[in-house]
């Protein structure tokens, strides 16, 4: 495995802990934790930048911002009131489309080649994450809208994703910059549509954790991994992620695992196993 396919996988092993994580932030506007979230992470970031005689690397053409601003922020905004509005697990899966994505969008957008065993993979995966949400499943209707939003998840970071491989001249230090664009966009969504309310110790040591990780250090990683490793494997493993990342919720008690959640997890984690272990 090359070294930026291998820090791919240290993002992911991070996004592992961002539902749990979240659900530490539960009671607080969504915009708000994402504007703070990005603004310790930017700020962390524009420090390591400084320190390193790097902060030219900021100035990059409108296209980089709007790409970097709209995939973090799109992301995280529809991420955190994905998990505010629905039941965390289950929205937490379907946003775990976009390893699927990453995997279909590949082809077109990159031209990269997805065989049988891929598309066989990408077929469970739908299988599981149609599930959650099927005939079966019984959810009240405001959560219909927090679902929305992990689809719309799904679709904002797989193709923030895949285009990243298209902006390789743009140095992942520039990340630093889209997490504090990311922070004033927050900021402003959340005066315009939120009420602020004061983070207590709970809330406050999630989003601590979640600038230093999930919402921090992660973006770095995923960034390198990206523009210099394999996309099809990184969309492939990250299927690993939400069996993860479900657990770690259940285990916090936000959640169960009845037949249902295990038979989805099975699907979709079997799926990136097939897709993961195909050679074209």
Avoid at 41 to 51: C, I
Avoid at 82 to 99: D, G, I, K, S, T
Avoid at 189 to 211: F, K
Avoid at 227 to 256: F, I
Wanted: hydrophobic content about 60%; glycine content about 14%.
């Amino acid at each position: 495995m090359s070294g930026p396919t291998a820090a791919g996988v240290g993002a992911l092993l991070l996004w592992a802990f961002l539902a749990v994580l979240t659900r530490l932030t539960a009671g607080l506007p969504p915009l708000q934790v994402t504007a703070l979230a990005f603004l310790l992470a930017g700020l962390l970031g524009l420090a390591v930048v400084g320190a390193r005689g790097e902060l030219r690397k900021l100035r990059q053409p409108p296209l980089a911002w709007a790409h970097g601003v709209g995939g973090l922020f799109g992301y995280h905004a529809l991420y955190f009131a994905a998990l505010a509005l629905a039941p965390p697990v289950e929205a937490n899966l379907l946003n775990y489309l976009w390893p699927l994505l990453i995997v279909l969008f590949s082809r077109p957008l990159l031209g990269l080649p997805l065989g049988a065993r891929r598309l066989a993979g990408v077929a469970l995966g739908c299988l599981g994450s149609a599930l959650l949400i099927g005939p079966a499943a019984r959810f009240p209707a405001e959560a219909w809208l927090g679902f929305l939003c992990a689809l719309g998840c799904a679709v904002v970071w797989a193709l923030y994703s895949v285009l990243a491989r298209r902006l390789q001249a743009v140095p992942t230090e520039a990340v630093a910059g889209f997490c504090l664009a990311s922070a004033l966009l927050g900021l402003a969504g959340h005066a315009l549509l939120e009420r602020w309310v004061w983070p207590d110790p709970r809330q406050a040591v999630g989003i601590l954790l979640l600038g230093l990780g999930p919402v921090g250090a992660a973006f770095f990683l995923w960034d390198r991994g990206m523009k210099g490793g394999d996309p099809r494997l990184l969309g492939t493993l990250a299927y690993a992620v939400p069996v993860g990342s479900t657990l770690l919720l259940v285990a916090a008690g936000h959640g169960s695992l009845d037949g249902r959640i295990l038979l989805a997890l099975l699907l979709v984690a079997g799926g990136g196993w097939l897709a993961a272990t195909a050679r074209q």
